[in-house]
């Protein structure tokens, strides 16, 4: 047992890296290593990457020289994204010991193990399309308040121009329905109120299966297993919203009427730009037909600006859109080139001035469809799952996803509590009983 070895974690991205390093933690936790937090000094830093986009590259390497800065007699691992795309270039920093790509990092801590015996080459990667299979990831929950994600899938076959993610992590692998849902009657044994599902794709759920079961047959199963109060879905392309999908919600009042949607542009020459498989009537068909069929249902998304060759009536034609179906939050991204993507080869790059005002329009816009949003509810109730109590006040979030705070005892931690909408606050609902 390793009791006196100290080991600390740093994640970047996406809940999905999030729920693996939990896995690497806890195995690690059971071999008698102790946690430390990343700002103190440990024995061995575990960064898990990611390489999204080119500001999570600089952060990854920041992270990397911080940990080596608190203890140079520490061993610095680095995996992830990052790790299985650009392991050449980080094997050339001076502050890393150890390179793991995703091919390799569910066995991270038996690489622990061999780095204290001395008997491990620096860097462990291989060709991530020669992964076939979903990798089960030991002692995975990754656990937040009173949810938990359950991760589904990994990689993706979509290839989109701008993006770097499945040369990180392979073609789309789906996970054996069986052990989903094993997981998720443990949780719901454990007490967890919402369940999240997590993934890179996870409308591609089943096509790699050798069984007949896509993503609505696996949610279905989901959402009549018993004990299941709530589940929420991680992020879906507007694609994948199909009659069928839209009919579970209508069907099934314990899945929870938002939905993260991967957007990126609601203009047809930018999304053909970006290979994605839909355009610009698509989106606002299927999102306003879901909106118009299920009560309360909210959306938040991704959007890209400034991708290579976006005008400004392009950028205007996605605004527009944009503010027409509604949605309750948006990450902004300024476009960024990824090597070796199809969209870093393209030309008219968008001059970063641009970029940065049509980010700043957006935010504005972002800003005004948040309070929009919110403000149909005031007045109105809603069911609040209860996260966490601070100097009296109880927060959590409604099952549209948006946040509510309210005077309550903490007896109401990890309760599913109605609400009435008294007014907003700084986008957030204030309640009272």
Known sequence: MNFNKRVAFYTLGCKVNQYETESIKNQLLQKGYKETPFEEEADIYVVNSCTVTSIA???????????????????????????????????EMEEIDYVIGNTYKNGIVNFIKDIENRTMEREKNDNIFDEHEYTEYEFATLREMSRAYVKIQDGCNNFCSYCKIPFARGRSRSRKKENV??????????????????????????EDLPEDIDFEDLLEEILKTPGVERVRIGSVYPDKISDRFISLFEKYKNLMP?????????????????????????????????????????????????????????????????????????????????????????????????????????????????????????????????????????FGYSENYLRVKFKGSKDLLNEIKNVKIDRIEKEMLLAYE
């Open 258 to 394: 938002h939905l993260h949607i991967s957007l990126q542009s609601c203009d047809d020459t930018v999304l053909k730009m970006m290979k994605r498989k839909y355009g610009s009537a698509l989106i606002e068909e299927r999102l306003m037909k879901l909106k118009n069929s299920v009560n309360k249902m909210e959306y938040t998304a991704d959007i890209i600006v400034g991708f290579p060759g976006e005008t400004e009536e392009m950028f205007e034609n996605s605004y527009k859109l944009i503010d027409r179906i509604g949605f309750s939050g948006i990450h902004i991204f300024q476009y960024s080139d990824r090597e070796n993507t199809v969209a870093s080869r393209l030309e008219n790059k968008v001059d970063p001035r641009v970029k940065k005002e049509r980010a700043d329009k957006l935010e504005e816009l972002k800003q005004k469809m948040a309070h929009r949003e919110r403000e149909k509810y005031v007045g109105k109730e809603l069911e609040v799952l209860v996260e966490e109590e601070i100097e009296g006040f109880l």
């Open 181 to 206: 849902l094993k997981e998720i009657v443990k949780l719901v044994a454990e007490g967890f109120k919402e369940i999240i599902l997590i993934g890179i794709n996870l409308g591609a759920y089943g």
């Open 57 to 91: 590259d600089r952060k990854t390497r920041n992270m990397l020289r911080r940990a080596k800065k608190m203890n140079p007699q520490s061993k610095v691992i680095v995996t992830g994204c990052y790790a299985q795309t650009n392991s050449k270039d980080l094997l």
